[in-house]
């Protein structure tokens, strides 16, 4: 088992920055990847962006150039930093981390965090 606590949201304009963390514990030995999943209302929640143990790193379009993942392994907390917010950015911010035991995958999430750009 896993459990994440986000941590950094609030209200930016837009053009102005936040960083979100993700404070991980319990079993931090399994997982194998961190990311940061976001849901506007009435939309899907989509991944924003994602950091495997080595520390390779995903992005999705919409926030390349401006967001960036980082993992401090020592201190179990993965942050995003976010730059360049625009208020298409408004969502909820979800801390994920999955986690390899016995072959299988497990999911876990976090309670989320509001972010609320203004235009």
């Known amino acids: 088992q896993v459990q994440l606590v986000e941590s950094g949201g609030g209200l930016v304009q837009a053009g102005g920055s936040l960083r979100l963390s993700c404070a991980t514990s319990g079993d931090n030995f399994s997982i194998e990847m961190l990311a940061w999943y976001r849901q506007a209302p009435g939309k899907q929640r989509e991944l924003v962006a994602a950091i495997n143990r080595s520390g390779s790193t995903n992005y999705a379009d919409s926030v390349k150039g401006r967001f960036s993942i980082s993992r401090d392994n020592a201190k179990n907390t993965v942050h995003l930093q976010m730059n360049s917010l625009k208020p298409e950015d408004t969502a909820v911010y979800y801390c994920?981390?999955?986690?390899?035991?016995?072959?299988?995958?497990?999911?876990?999430w976090g309670q989320g965090t509001q972010v609320t750009v203004s235009s």
């Open positions: 994920n981390a999955a986690t390899l035991k016995m072959g299988s995958i497990y999911s876990y």
